[in-house]
T-cell receptor, first 113, second 114 residues
């Protein structure tokens, strides 16, 4: 059965800290991995990774994929209170569900002032 | 703003009732998917519609059904509600069945079943 596992499930840090969120996957027909940020309701897209070793960056956020070891990490440097959210990792299922997303449970990040 | 809207925002029903949730996709987005997100869990795929036909389904019973209309709106219907159906229901639209990174989520409908 295809699955996506995130760790830790929750994390509390102080502003300015650096955090690393983990995502491992076991998915047939793997093509890509996506990260989302969910603050209140709608998940918003952060990154899509398709190739190993190529780091994606957007400001203080960066992510990298290891297709050999089947995991990805999301790094956030110099955290701010606005980074508080649930971070979701997802892999498209190109088997029976036409590319729809298999999500992990998410990592709830709380950034304290 | 993602251009995807959902209604209602919140809904309270009792066990055994039926509910209809609505989603309005971005213009030109032919594919809409619905997800159920229970508290503390990631979203789980319910089903997908492409050009008004269901073309993918997750592990949900037949009492979960849907419709997609030519005007880029869609519905999720749930019959015989159970307590475990309490969740946030998200719809997501994208231009076609590929391009998953161009999928935009709506704000969701919070359903509570008593």
């Amino acid at each position: 059965e295809d699955k996506v596992v995130q760790s830790p499930l929750s994390l509390v840090v102080h502003e300015g800290d650096t955090v690393t969120l983990n995502c491992s996957y076991e998915v047939t027909n793997f093509r890509s991995l996506l990260w989302y940020k969910q603050e209140k309701k709608a998940p918003t897209f952060l990154f899509m990774l398709t190739s190993s070793g190529i780091e994606k960056k957007s400001g203080r956020l960066s992510s990298i994929l290891d297709k050999k070891e089947l995991f990805s990490i999301l790094n956030i440097t110099a955290t701010q209170t606005g980074d508080s959210a649930v971070y979701l990792c997802a892999v498209p299922d190109y088997g029976g569900s036409q590319g729809n997303l298999i999500f992990g449970k998410g990592t709830k990040l709380s950034v304290k002032p | 703003e993602t251009g995807v809207t959902q209604s209602p925002t919140h809904l309270i029903k009792t066990r055994g009732q039926q509910v209809t949730l609505r989603c309005s996709s971005q213009s030109g987005h032919n594919t809409v998917s619905w997800y159920q997100q229970a508290l503390g869990q990631g979203p789980q795929f319910i089903f997908q519609y492409y050009r008004e036909e269901e073309n993918g389904r997750g592990n949900f019973p037949p009492r979960f059904s849907g419709l997609q209309f030519p005007n880029y709106s869609s519905e999720l219907n749930v019959n015989a509600l159970e307590l475990d159906d309490s969740a946030l229901y998200l719809c997501a639209s994208r231009p076609d069945r590929g391009r998953v990174n161009e999928q935009f989520f709506g704000p969701g409908t919070r359903l509570t079943v008593l």
